[in-house]
């Protein structure tokens, strides 16, 4: 998936049991709400209302809202299920044929029916449209999209892709209506027509206005009159005195370590809880394996043998991230150590000496790490003075960092001119294969010139071709040994995910979990 805005103040259970999805459960959603009007307020920006471009947070948190997809992902769970559609199911068993039978009676808030025609149009358009900044990078698996009739959807795959289920009930399968969207560039007006439990009143710099869908059919159950969501554009102090202040309901995504912390120690007569979930985000230093520093096996390992995760986490996150040794993050189905039973949690001088040592570096290494603020938040610039302190503490190097606008960064990084970077990682869907194949698949995002044919050749098409994920683990572990034995990036922490809420407001527990799925619909607030 995505590079998203990662702000560390920051949703994980066991990855999809089967690919083959029924429509046993489903209920209609009582789409007349109750309780009073919600006011949430966030530090990232929503930078698009049109879901065949907006590939972060704040979009996806209005896309998951605002429009239906096929399937969905239920409160804590990681397995889809139906939601626009009664049934999804692969039809073949190379998981290269994906056929939905839509719900009867479904609308988009406008009134007009939706029907397969829409579902196809949404993908065909979304694929065109090719947005840089929008979703269509995650289907280079989908070939065509078909419709027998007009409640049934057929998804033709190039390649066999049992995540296909998880990916289409992301954000980025969100359906829109036919008559609403020009198929071939994206929508500018800042409105928005979905089927989904919510409707789009209003969006500006300052907030976007939603209210209760009444055409809505599907899974979720509304509980509040609306949301207003306020934007705090990275201004985490304006977001904490918000909270405060009461000017606001629910302060999500963008309160720093420190806030989060204060809040948790404070009085009981504040008013305010922090709520904490689970979260898969996750962070790595990336090594850019053509540079004459980093490239080296010998520095990469030295580095791994230096870094003190807990020292990290305590002094500069304050204890609201978790120290991380894998590729696949704790709570996904494939996770293990390896980095742990690689290279140990206490740092060793006399193993990071070794490592250098057998690569036939004698003297201090001169090191320059990178790091963009603007995108993962102002504690990354001292995340990575922390980790440069610690490498010249051991007198192996000599490094320092660097920090740059993130447009800046991402042109560098493409350009190879940086040896060490950070990336951040919030996941499209809870499954170990959206942690592996961006990564170190084909064209993946890192840009660090690092290619694996066992990894790109056999486990990641084996993996992907695997319905039953939970029997994947093996694959998944082979995956992560190999990348802990050549370094190509170093997992540095896993993060948790906070909000603060206000007396009388509830339901956000059910907002916070690795589907990174933010519920409107479960929030609900007493009566003023």
Known sequence: MKIRNQWPVLPIVAGLASGLLTGCGTESGDSAGDGSNVVVGMSDDVLATDPASGYDPGSWLLFNN??????????????????????CAFSDTQTRVYKCTLKDGLKFSNGDALTSEDVKFSFDRMLKINDPDGPAIMFP????????????????LNTADATFPSKIASGAGS?????????????????AVGSGPYKLDSFDDDQAVFSVNENYQGTAKVKNTGVTLKFFDGDQTALKQAIQNEEVDIAYRGLTAGDVADMEKADDGTGTEVVEGSSAEVQHLVFNMDDPVAGKLGVRKAIAHLLDREALIKDVYQGTATPLYSIIPAGIAGHNTAFFDTYGARPSRAKAQAALRADNITGKVKLTLWSTPSRYGPATDQELNAIAGQLNASGLFDASIKSVPFGQYEKDIAAGKYGVYVK?????YPDADNFTAPFFGKGNVLSNNYDNSTITGSLIPRTAATTNRASTDKEFGELQDIVADELPVLPVWQA?????????????????????VFRFWELSKDDA
């Open 66 to 87: 605002v429009f239906q997809s096929l399937l969905s992902f239920p409160k804590g769970a990681t397995e889809p299920q139906p939601e626009a559609a009664e049934a």
């Open 141 to 156: 698996t989908l070939d065509k999209v078909e419709t027998p009739d007009e409640k049934t959807v057929v998804f033709q």
């Open 175 to 191: 359906i829109v209506d036919h008559n609403e969207y020009d198929a071939g560039k994206l929508r500018k007006d800042g409105q």
């Open 424 to 428: 951040g990682w919030v996941p499209d």
């Open 496 to 516: 948790k995910q906070y909000a603060v809420v206000r007396d009388g407001v509830y339901g956000l527990e059910y907002c916070l979990d690795a589907s990174t």
